[in-house]
Each structure stands twice: as C-alpha cells, then as structure tokens.
C-alpha cells in the first residue's frame, strides 16, 4: 500500500499564457487565441506534473482567473466593491459585490475538467470553489427583489452542479477550496460565520450519497498570494472541529508552514471522522526553499506517529499561484516542489513498510 499525495490546484500560468491573458483583456487578440494558449499551458502543466511522477494531477487552474472567481467572470449584476481579504504584508484582494439576481455561474468545473482529461494519462483531480466563499459576493444591505435565501438556495444549486460535473464525467477527486474558514476566525473570532460557513457547504454535500461524498474533499489553509497570508496566525484549534463536521471524505490541511505542526496533527487526530483520510501538507508553496526528499519524509513519519496511516495522505499546503497574476513562485520552484513531495511521500511509505 502507498501513501497516496495529491496537488492541491493552481499552478504558476507560463509567460506565454499571462501575455495572452492580458492581450486579450486589451482586445489585440481574439478568444480562439486565448483558447489555444490556455490549452498550451494546460498540456504542458500536466506532462510536467507526470513527469514528476504525480500519481494524480490537476490542469493547474491554467484557465481560471483564479481559484475563486472562475463561475462569475462576465457574471452580469457585479459591482467591484465587495469584500475585501486583506494579507499579512498589507496587500489586498476584494471581491466582487452582487447587484441584482438570479445567481448563476457562467461556466462550471466540468469544462476545465474535460480539457484536463483529454491530455492526462492519470487520474485527474478537479479543484472547485466552495459554496460558502461565494456567499460573501451578497451584500449585508440586501438585493432588491432577490432576498438572501433566494440567492442561497441559487448558489445551492449552482455549487452542487459543480461538484457533480466532474464527478459524473469520471474525476479521481473534487476538492472544494475553503480558505475563507480560517479567515472568518480571523473576521468572526465567535465562530458565528464559520458555523454558517459550514451549514452552507453541507447543504451541498448532503446531496451526495456516501460514495460520491468519498470522491469529495475540502481544502484548508491561511490563503497564499504573493508569498504572503491572510491567517496564519489563526490557531487552528479553533477551526478543525468545525471543519470535520463538514460531510467529505477527504480533507486536505495546510501544516508544513505551520510553527507547531505535533499540536495541529493531535487535533486532527482527535477530531478526524473515522470514514475520512487526511491529507497533510508537506510542501510550502510560499517558501522559495525547495523542500527535500528527506524532508518530506520527515514530515510524513511525523504525521504517521498521530494518525493512522491507512487514513493518511500528503499534498502541497495551498496552490502555487491561486490568482493568475501572482508570479512570485515560478513554475520551476513548483514542480521542483510536487517532485520532492512525490520522492519524499515514497521514501516515507518504504520506510512504514507499506511498498515492498
């Protein structure tokens, strides 16, 4: 038996895709341009991913404008001024605001996944975004004539059809992004929003049977953009009970970054559902130091000590570049990452003797 190890999502986009990205956004260049260097970039993504010896791969979040907002890009009915998310070295990012209704995504996870699936000779993971982030796009003052429940059971809706795609279309895995957790301790130290966070995130997984539900993840981390967070200095004590309540199989936590990482293993430990598997981070997609072999190893050995191995599994803390305009990690320091990752996860499954 191996210890499986996934990516979590966004690779750093290929100077060739941002320029046509930004070309495009000028309009000097068509969409069956943009089209085909996202394309480039998806193929080359996965080839390097395989070529790393990834039993599973992502397309890299190569076409999305980021991990968040891909539903809602030419979303009519947005204005700029929503909530703000701001970073431990004072930079920003700010959400849209909705302005009329309904809610609709503009494309969903199954498009991304089927050109995933045309170039991958393994299994394909999709990255989603979670329900409970988008909630953050409705206003505290309200919708004229589209009242807050209304917008929920929307993005109810429109979430669930997101996950199903590509599990239907045959997905290893969809693993749904919710880095906003953390964040509304940071926002809500009672706990009030993260208890409605994850109310809304099961409504949508209760519409899954138990054995899609094992084919679901949920990813948490403190964010990564520009080599920066927006919560790591949110004790994690406080969030992952919480997140266990969440009806996945698979979960997928940040750790290589954090200061204490025996503390954060014996939390999960003691709150881990007994029919979920936890993938440990153990790569820092933020750090420009390229983790050993070794290292990882190291990390993987130490999880092993708290946790069950059979229930365990090891992953990159966040994606490289969650938004497309962030390159300060390059794509070599990536896949330099998912390699060691991949090495060190092997090295630690020989030495528990579970590969002969």
Same mark, same amino acid.
């Given at each position: 038996?191996?210890?499986?190890?996934?990516?979590?999502?966004?690779?750093?986009?290929?100077?060739?895709?941002?320029?046509?990205?930004?070309?495009?956004?000028?309009?000097?260049?068509?969409?069956?341009?943009?089209?085909?260097?996202?394309?480039?970039?998806?193929?080359?993504?996965?080839?390097?991913?395989?070529?790393?010896?990834?039993?599973?791969?992502?397309?890299?979040?190569?076409?999305?404008?980021?991990?968040?907002?891909?539903?809602?890009?030419?979303?009519?009915?947005?204005?700029?001024?929503?909530?703000?998310?701001?970073?431990?070295?004072?930079?920003?990012?700010?959400?849209?605001?909705?302005?009329?209704?309904? =809610?609709?995504?503009?494309?969903?996870?199954?498009?991304?996944?089927?050109? *995933? @699936? !045309?170039? +991958? /000779?393994?299994? #394909?993971?999709?990255?989603?975004?979670?329900?409970?982030?988008?909630?953050?796009?409705?206003?505290?003052?309200?919708?004229?004539?589209?009242?807050?429940?209304?917008?929920?059971?929307?993005?109810?809706?429109?979430?669930?059809?997101?996950?199903?795609?590509?599990?239907?279309?045959?997905?290893?895995?969809?693993?749904?992004?919710?880095?906003?957790?953390?964040?509304?301790?940071?926002?809500?130290?009672?706990?009030?929003?993260?208890?409605? =966070?994850?109310?809304?995130?099961?409504?949508?997984?209760?519409?899954?049977? *138990? @054995? !899609?539900? +094992? /084919?679901?993840? #949920?990813?948490?981390?403190?964010?990564?953009?520009?080599?920066?967070?927006?919560?790591?200095?949110?004790?994690?004590?406080?969030?992952?009970?919480?997140?266990?309540?969440?009806?996945?199989?698979?979960?997928?936590?940040?750790?290589?970054?954090?200061?204490?990482?025996?503390?954060?293993?014996?939390?999960?430990?003691?709150?881990?559902?007994?029919?979920?598997?936890?993938?440990?981070?153990?790569?820092?997609?933020?750090?420009?130091?390229?983790?050993?072999?070794?290292?990882?190893?190291?990390?993987?050995?130490?999880? *092993?000590?708290?946790?069950?191995?059979?229930?365990?599994?090891?992953?990159?803390?966040?994606?490289?570049?969650?938004?497309?305009?962030?390159?300060?990690?390059?794509?070599?320091?990536?896949?330099?990452?998912?390699?060691?990752?991949?090495?060190?996860?092997?090295?630690?499954?020989?030495?528990?003797?579970?590969?002969?």
């Amino acid at each position: 038996m191996a210890i499986p190890t996934e990516q979590i999502g966004s690779i750093p986009r290929p100077p060739e895709l941002l320029a046509a990205m930004t070309a495009h956004a000028a309009g000097e260049v068509g969409d069956a341009d943009l089209a085909a260097a996202r394309d480039a970039a998806v193929r080359d993504t996965i080839q390097r991913l395989e070529a790393t010896g990834s039993p599973v791969v992502t397309d890299g979040e190569q076409s999305k404008p980021s991990f968040a907002t891909y539903p809602i890009a030419g979303l009519p009915g947005l204005a700029p001024e929503g909530v703000v998310i701001p970073f431990a070295d004072g930079h920003q990012r700010q959400l849209p605001v909705l302005t009329e209704g309904p =809610f609709r995504y503009q494309v969903h996870a199954a498009t991304f996944y089927a050109v *995933a @699936a !045309e170039h +991958a /000779r393994v299994p #394909v993971k999709q990255a989603v975004i979670a329900p409970s982030a988008l909630s953050l796009l409705y206003p505290p003052d309200g919708v004229p004539g589209y009242p807050r429940e209304a917008f929920l059971s929307d993005l109810v809706n429109e979430a669930e059809a997101d996950i199903r795609g590509p599990l239907d279309a045959g997905a290893h895995a969809v693993q749904l992004d919710f880095t906003e957790g953390r964040l509304s301790l940071k926002l809500d130290p009672s706990g009030g929003v993260l208890d409605d =966070f994850v109310a809304l995130n099961n409504r949508v997984l209760e519409r899954f049977g *138990a @054995a !899609e539900r +094992a /084919r679901i993840g #949920v990813h948490t981390c403190p964010g990564g953009d520009q080599d920066s967070t927006h919560s790591l200095d949110v004790d994690y004590a406080g969030l992952l009970p919480k997140l266990f309540q969440l009806k996945a199989g698979n979960f997928y936590v940040q750790l290589a970054s954090e200061d204490d990482p025996e503390k954060v293993l014996a939390v999960i430990a003691e709150h881990l559902p007994a029919d979920a598997r936890v993938f440990i981070g153990v790569t820092d997609p933020i750090d420009p130091r390229v983790e050993t072999p070794e290292q990882v190893r190291d990390r993987v050995l130490a999880a *092993a000590r708290h946790l069950p191995v059979d229930r365990l599994g090891t992953c990159d803390d966040c994606g490289f570049s969650p938004f497309a305009d962030d390159t300060s990690t390059s794509r070599e320091i990536a896949f330099a990452k998912i390699a060691a990752r991949v090495q060190g996860t092997a090295l630690a499954a020989r030495e528990l003797g579970l590969t002969g």
